[in-house]
């Protein structure tokens, strides 16, 4: 075996037991893709006003990762199967957004901002 991988396999026993080491962590209720981050922090919309909502309308929303942000609806449609979807704007910055999709138990979406996309959910 060379030196580099002895040194690889080493880094790899070593991270292995760091992570047995470490202490469980409480998961989210939210599994997604892998592809996709996981929710650490659930996001908590108002349902009733949401699903109320026309194009146009704006209110504040408070959003895991991305904080205190104004919500603009841009596009409401509902499908078929009863169930809304939603398009909207965060703040002022021409590429954040934020997509939501009605689901039987809650939200689930992605927002993008600054540059970053990551998935929400919602139960309820």
């Given at each position: 075996?060379?030196?580099?991988?002895?040194?690889?396999?080493?880094?790899?026993?070593?991270?292995?037991?760091?992570?047995?080491?470490?202490?469980?962590?409480?998961?989210?209720?939210?599994?997604?893709?892998?592809?996709?981050?996981?929710i650490e922090q659930a996001m908590q919309l108002d349902m009733a006003r949401l699903l109320q909502a026309r194009v146009g309308e704006s209110w504040?929303?408070?959003?895991?990762?991305?904080?205190?942000?104004?919500?603009?609806?841009?596009?409401?449609?509902?499908?078929?199967?009863?169930?809304?979807?939603?398009?909207?704007?965060?703040?002022?910055?021409?590429?954040?957004?934020?997509?939501?999709?009605?689901?039987?138990?809650?939200?689930?979406?992605?927002?993008?901002?600054?540059?970053?996309?990551?998935?929400?959910?919602?139960?309820?």
């Open positions: 075996m060379s030196v580099r991988q002895l040194c690889l396999l080493s880094a790899a026993l070593i991270a292995a037991g760091a992570c047995a080491a470490a202490p469980a962590k409480p998961m989210a209720e939210v599994v997604l893709p892998a592809q996709e981050v996981r504040a929303v408070n959003l895991p990762r991305v904080g205190h942000k104004r919500l603009t609806l841009e596009t409401v449609i509902t499908g078929r199967d009863g169930l809304k979807s939603w398009h909207a704007r965060l703040g002022d910055a021409v590429g954040d957004r934020i997509y939501l999709r009605q689901t039987k138990r809650g939200l689930h979406g992605g927002v993008r901002v600054g540059g970053q996309v990551f998935a929400v959910a919602q139960r309820g």
